[in-house]
């Protein structure tokens, strides 16, 4: 079966970019989702067909997917940015990375 | 604005069964494929099942294959996951989460999820 790989924790200063990385065979041939998930609620979706922002999102959010790794990119981050990351992708079935916790210190 | 409210969740023993609703407002219910997906606790997020637009069209992970059903009541707005012979490793958050026009994927609205507990 298909699998994401991303690391476990992510540390960035605030005002700092933050890329989060998803690797995944030939992850580049395929569109990427990001999630966000902020302790306590839903996710929800940040970054769609590897660099679309759904509206509301801000534009400091942007994506990437080449060869077998996509990447969110967070520019400018702040406190309220702090939160768990998925990234997501379709190989037969919907498949999630294991998730990345963003802390923002 | 998109409105998706799961119910149903709570305390069940091993083997035994739930029925899990989301009831969807807020757009055209009838044009979306819709999903299942779970979070058990402190764990990431594991996609359980999809149903197409008319119901035609189901997907599942290999996790629940023959124990879960997902359908739809277009007539209703209301998407359900019927669960069958629950596991301890079945225990989870269970959210309903909205896909496009034809696709899974992306889920861009999900509901607040419904909790399950299997423990005897």
């Known amino acids: 079966s298909y699998e994401l790989t991303q690391p476990p924790s992510v540390s960035v200063s605030p005002g700092q970019t933050a890329s989060i990385t998803c690797s995944g065979d030939?992850?580049?041939?395929?569109?990427a989702c990001w999630y966000q998930q902020k302790p306590g609620q839903s996710p929800v979706l940040v970054i769609y067909q590897n660099n679309k922002r759904p509206s509301g999102i801000p534009e400091r959010f942007s994506g990437s997917n080449s060869g077998n790794t996509a990447t969110l990119t967070i520019s400018g981050t702040q406190a309220m940015d702090e939160a768990d990351y998925y990234c997501?992708?379709?190989?037969?079935?919907?498949?999630f990375g294991g998730g990345t916790k963003l802390t923002v210190l | 604005e998109v409105q998706l409210v799961e119910s149903g969740g709570g305390l069940v023993q091993p083997g035994g069964s739930l029925r899990l609703s989301c009831a969807a407002s807020g757009f055209t219910f009838s044009s979306y494929v819709m999903s299942w997906v779970r979070q058990a606790p402190g764990k990431g997020l594991e996609w359980v099942s999809g149903?197409?637009?008319?119901?035609?069209?189901?997907y599942s992970a290999d996790s629940v294959k023959g124990r879960f059903t997902i359908s739809r009541d277009n007539s209703k707005n209301t998407l359900y996951l019927q669960m069958n012979s629950l596991r301890a490793e079945d225990t989870a958050v269970y959210y309903c989460?909205?896909?496009?026009?034809?696709?899974?994927?992306?889920?861009?609205?999900w509901g607040q999820g419904t909790l399950v507990t299997a423990s005897s």
């Open positions: 030939k992850l580049g041939d395929k569109y």
């Open positions: 997501q992708a379709w190989d037969s079935s919907v498949v």
């Open positions: 989460a909205k896909g496009g026009v034809g696709t899974v994927v992306p889920l861009d609205y």
């Open positions: 149903i197409s637009v008319r119901g035609s069209s189901t």
